[in-house]
């Protein structure tokens, strides 16, 4: 949930695009590398993409002599379900995209080779997989998540609980751990919320005071706290608001301004009034539209019926990406235990 010169504009846009998440386990049908929806893609298909890359790109060539093609997999699965959903999406809320915005964006998108720029393998293998499909396609789908943000922004709000549980850094993984511990807590028994809720409150005003974490390790707590998307484009862009009511949320803070894990329980999420708040609506980037535009599609992931076979890994919902195992997960959303809950 992340520019300089004009071509590099579309392509930030179209990697905070092509991040996206689900649930599932392997599918039903044999030889299936995802089916989401009407639309099975098969393991040959996959394959011969990947064969495309690296025929076709030298930075392709570069991961297979350093056997990191998984990587290029795993890509090519997530923007099948990211296209899939957008079009999902796009049907229930009425939007079609501009066809010259979409033959604009599509100009952007050339054949050229994907270069090294240093920012990491993920963002080299985003574009790569990107020049493997149809332009207009890939210009499409970034102009529909855009509209979807601007529909469904101002007037998407979000009533959560929450506490901060102190973390030493991004790797911090006892902090990581008793976040998800936490939150399975409150999915099994909501009513330690209120007390858990006081004691980060306490410990998060002496932490102020004295730089450092009280001995229950929170950092922040708040209780029946109202989030309006509009004043917060940055938050929108996460699970908090990709996900229901009677919900548990895990996730790491923003960085670099903070390492902290955060567990929110969603009280209520609405989506048609604006939310009165004592700041003005902030006006968001393309680049954040696109992204906030990724994770109004969560919703519709238990509507899409996603299945991911396991050899390419497991969906993320709150990372709204398809990550290698578990472990490389970035949080986690669990139900509340006997509240009625949308399918994730």
């Known amino acids: 949930m992340r520019i300089m010169g004009?071509?590099?504009?579309?392509?930030?846009v179209v990697a905070g695009a092509l991040l996206l998440a689900g649930c599932g386990s392997g599918p039903s049908q044999v030889g299936s590398a995802v089916i989401v929806g009407d639309r099975s893609v098969s393991l040959d298909q996959v394959q011969s993409m990947i064969d495309q890359a690296v025929r076709e790109q030298p930075y392709a060539q570069k991961l297979a002599g350093e056997h990191k093609l998984d990587l290029l997999g795993r890509e090519i699965v997530r923007q099948t379900v990211l296209h899939e959903l957008t079009l999902r999406a796009a049907k229930q809320e009425n939007l079609v995209a501009d066809q010259a915005k979409v033959a604009g964006l599509a100009?952007?998108?050339?054949?050229?080779?994907?270069?090294?720029?240093?920012?990491?393998?993920?963002?080299?293998?985003?574009?790569?997989?990107?020049?493997?499909?149809?332009?207009?396609?890939?210009?499409?789908?970034?102009?529909?998540?855009?509209?979807?943000?601007?529909?469904?922004l101002p007037k998407l709000s979000v009533g959560a609980d929450y506490v901060g549980i102190s973390a030493t850094g991004d790797n911090d993984r006892a902090a990581r751990t008793r976040a998800f511990g936490l939150a399975k807590e409150f999915a099994d028994d909501p009513a330690k919320v209120q007390g858990v809720v006081q004691q980060a409150q306490q410990e998060g005003q002496q932490a102020q005071q004295t730089g450092a974490p009280g001995p229950g390790g929170y950092s922040a707590g708040q209780a029946a706290e109202l989030f309006g998307a509009a004043q917060y484009p940055?938050?929108?862009?996460?699970a908090l608001f990709g996900s229901e009511k009677n919900s548990v949320v895990v996730f790491q803070a923003q960085k670099p301004q903070s390492a902290d894990w955060f567990v929110f329980v969603i009280r209520a999420r609405g989506t048609d009034k604006a939310v009165p708040a004592?700041?003005?609506?902030?006006?968001?980037?393309?680049?954040?539209?696109?992204?906030?535009g990724t994770r109004?599609?969560?919703?519709?992931?238990?509507?899409s019926g996603l299945r991911v076979n396991p050899r390419?890994?497991?969906?993320?919902?709150?990372?709204?990406?398809?990550?290698?195992?578990?472990d490389a997960t970035q949080g986690v959303v669990l139900p509340i235990r006997?509240?009625?809950?949308?399918?994730?």
Not at 116 to 128: E, S
Not at 234 to 238: D, E, R, S
Not at 338 to 344: N, V
């Open 6 to 12: 004009r071509p590099r504009a579309l392509v930030a």
């Open 107 to 152: 100009a952007q998108l050339t054949p050229a080779p994907v270069t090294d720029t240093k920012q990491g393998d993920q963002v080299a293998v985003t574009q790569i997989v990107s020049k493997l499909r149809d332009r207009n396609e890939v210009a499409s789908d970034v102009l529909l998540e855009q509209e979807l943000a601007r529909k469904v």
């Open 234 to 238: 940055g938050l929108a862009q996460t």
């Open 278 to 292: 004592d700041q003005e609506a902030q006006k968001p980037t393309d680049a954040q539209l696109t992204a906030i």
């Open 296 to 303: 109004l599609l969560q919703p519709y992931l238990g509507q």
């Open 312 to 326: 390419y890994g497991v969906w993320d919902l709150v990372g709204m990406n398809l990550v290698p195992n578990s």
């Open 338 to 344: 006997g509240a009625a809950t949308a399918q994730q």
